[in-house]
């Protein structure tokens, strides 16, 4: 089965943007898929920093896309010495360090993640067998954009985005004038951060967002 492991700020953003379930529907992929981390709800009711930074109902909608997704199993995982390897390391939160290592027992999988630190981190480390698994295998959060757009359309993402909260500098920067902006400027600011980060994380970004086969 292939999974996608997502983390927190992927579905705060998507949320925020009210395009996570759009982007569900471009990668032809069921909720039953998606792994998120378990304390996930937990943390868009009580962070106060997330409180501060997206609108009441944008992490209402985040809850809600939590309840329809599975968590992963953390409770073996935080046991094993990968985790704790990489919860250990600077750069890398608890969060990403949990997904992670939950891809070890898993051979068909993506990473969703909108943590560029992380990504940073991870490539600049020395744990080769995890960036050896991980090749090729994280999703941005601009390619994920970009994915929806070809899927669904600009005029849509556009609409929605104009009206959104103001949650990532280079989301806010592609779409800047709003209902007005223009497709080919913001997919230009999107790819050149893609390719920015690319140059950062070696070999870590996918070459481009594939749909999920349906098997017959």
């Not at 009210?18 to 909720?31: D, G, P, R, T, Y």
């Not at 009711?45 to 501060?52: E, Y």
Request: proline share 1%; with cysteine; hydrophobic share 45%.
């Amino acid at each position: 089965m292939l999974l996608y492991f997502t983390d927190n700020d992927v579905i705060l953003k998507l949320a925020a943007y009210q395009i996570f379930w759009e982007m569900v529907a471009s990668l032809n992929i069921k909720n039953e898929n998606i792994r998120i981390l378990p304390t996930a709800a937990k943390v868009f009711s009580g962070s106060r920093k997330i409180s501060k930074q997206f609108k009441p109902t944008s992490i209402e909608r985040a809850k809600q896309i939590t309840d329809r997704c599975k968590t992963i199993d953390d409770y073996a995982i935080c046991s094993t010495s990968e985790y704790q390897m990489l919860a250990s390391t600077d750069g890398i939160d608890v969060g990403e360090a949990l997904l992670v290592a939950a891809t070890q027992t898993e051979e068909d999988f993506y990473l969703l993640t909108s943590d560029k630190r992380f990504l940073k981190s991870l490539a600049l480390s020395s744990f080769n067998d995890v960036k050896q698994r991980l090749y090729k295998k994280a999703i941005c959060l601009e390619q994920l954009i970009i994915h929806v757009i070809d899927h669904a359309g600009f005029d849509l993402v556009c609409r929605r985005m104009a009206s959104a909260d103001a949650c990532d500098q280079v989301i806010s920067e592609a779409f800047q004038l709003g209902k007005q902006t223009k497709h080919q400027d913001a997919v230009k600011v999107l790819n050149q951060a893609i390719q920015d980060l690319r140059a950062k994380t070696g070999d870590l970004l996918i070459d481009s967002v594939l749909v999920a086969q349906t098997k017959l």
